[in-house]
């Protein structure tokens, strides 16, 4: 199957790196590389580019593409590696970075993936299929308990409970071993009156975040990026649901403090000192004309950020 992937907001992202002639920059997740496209367009020919993913089939699809591309490294790993990538490659600051943190196209369009939960497949949602750990350990293995607590937190999915029960009741007659068998559970739990989508679209979506521990790397990560950006580097992340946006929101606001002193003191003891200015005071969000070409793109927002 070829990979393709549509790159949300992929001109206002870019935009904000205000890519310079000479720059380094990092795109953290390649995906089907047209963020890590459009920078090597702005670059000329000139500085560098890394681009990072876990997925070995867009890694694949990056060899490929980008044949012959003497300015550009490909590096198969998690984005949570950055400070070793750059430490590995010999590189200290760079003048800017990017982070899309949905899920490809291409991975939600691969049926054996098992991302979808319109399609049947075995449970797999691994970003990086060298890894292990599957969503078939998840829904077979997870007590009723913390399968209610993922549901809930990373799902933000009311029916939690129900589902959770559901689920332990029928692997105690064989394993859960494909989507269309979740499906069919989920489906069973959540009342048909309501109107948030499909069933099983919340649930999907808690059980990918925990095999890929998407939301435990976004903080760090993005602290890290900020402590290699040279004065004057600039960050553009591009989140898709709330949880996401909440994270990068608040580790913006963090870096962008100054004292943290109570405030009846006289004077500052602290020391601390604001790391970044906030490009975007409110997130950027896709134009209409985009939401009207790609329908995955509508809940997608942009936060930039630049070292002071």
């Given at each position: 199957?070829?990979?393709?992937?549509?790159?949300?907001?992929?001109?206002?992202?870019?935009?904000?790196?205000?890519?310079?002639?000479?720059?380094?920059?990092?795109?953290?997740?390649?995906?089907?590389?047209?963020?890590?496209?459009?920078?090597?367009?702005?670059?000329?020919?000139?500085?560098?580019?890394?681009?990072?993913?876990?997925?070995?089939?867009?890694?694949?699809?990056?060899?490929?593409?980008?044949?012959?591309?003497?300015?550009?490294?490909?590096?198969?790993?998690?984005?949570?590696?950055?400070?070793?990538?750059?430490?590995?490659?010999?590189?200290?600051?760079?003048?800017?970075?990017?982070?899309?943190?949905?899920?490809?196209?291409?991975?939600?369009?691969?049926?054996?993936?098992?991302?979808?939960?319109?399609?049947?497949?075995?449970?797999?949602?691994?970003?990086?299929?060298?890894?292990?750990?599957?969503?078939?350990?998840i829904v077979n293995e997870y007590s009723e308990n913390e399968l209610v607590k993922i549901f809930f937190e990373y799902g933000?999915?009311?029916?939690?409970?129900?589902?959770?029960?559901?689920?332990?009741?029928?692997?105690?007659?064989?394993?859960?071993?494909?989507?269309?068998?979740?499906?069919?559970?989920?489906?069973?739990?959540?009342?048909?009156?309501?109107?948030?989508?499909?069933?099983?679209?919340?649930?999907?979506?808690?059980?990918?975040?925990?095999?890929?521990?998407?939301?435990?790397?976004?903080?760090?990560?993005?602290?890290?990026?900020?402590?290699?950006l040279k004065s004057g580097g600039n960050i553009s992340v591009i989140s898709f649901h709330s949880l996401e946006d909440t994270?990068?929101?608040?580790?913006?606001?963090?870096?962008?403090?100054?004292?943290?002193?109570?405030?009846?003191?006289?004077?500052?003891?602290?020391?601390?000192?604001?790391?970044?200015?906030?490009?975007?005071?409110?997130?950027?969000?896709?134009?209409?004309?985009?939401?009207?070409?790609?329908?995955?793109?509508?809940?997608?927002?942009?936060?930039?950020?630049?070292?002071?």
């Open positions: 199957m070829e990979y393709k992937h549509y790159s949300v907001m992929l001109k206002e992202s870019v935009d904000f790196l205000d890519v310079k002639d000479g720059g380094i920059y990092v795109d953290c997740t390649l995906g089907g590389g047209g963020h890590t496209n459009e920078i090597l367009l702005r670059l000329n020919g000139t500085g560098r580019i890394i681009a990072i993913d876990r997925d070995p089939a867009a890694i694949k699809n990056a060899e490929i593409r980008f044949a012959g591309v003497d300015n550009l490294t490909v590096v198969h790993s998690s984005f949570d590696r950055f400070d070793e990538i750059l430490d590995e490659l010999k590189i200290d600051l760079i003048d800017g970075a990017i982070i899309d943190l949905g899920i490809s196209s291409y991975q939600i369009d691969t049926p054996e993936r098992g991302f979808s939960y319109m399609q049947n497949a075995p449970l797999d949602m691994r970003m990086d299929s060298s890894e292990i750990f599957t969503a078939y350990n933000e999915e009311k029916f939690a409970r129900r589902i959770a029960a559901a689920i332990v009741s029928e692997r105690a007659k064989k394993p859960v071993e494909t989507t269309a068998e979740l499906v069919g559970i989920i489906s069973g739990c959540v009342p048909k009156f309501d109107k948030s989508g499909h069933p099983a679209k919340r649930t999907f979506q808690a059980i990918r975040i925990e095999v890929n521990n998407e939301l435990g790397q976004i903080g760090p990560t993005l602290r890290s990026i900020v402590d290699r994270i990068v929101k608040k580790v913006f606001a963090g870096l962008g403090v100054g004292c943290i002193c109570p405030k009846d003191f006289p004077v500052c003891v602290c020391g601390n000192k604001p790391k970044i200015k906030l490009l975007t005071k409110k997130p950027v969000i896709p134009s209409e004309e985009e939401n009207n070409e790609n329908t995955r793109s509508h809940s997608a927002k942009l936060r930039a950020a630049t070292r002071i």
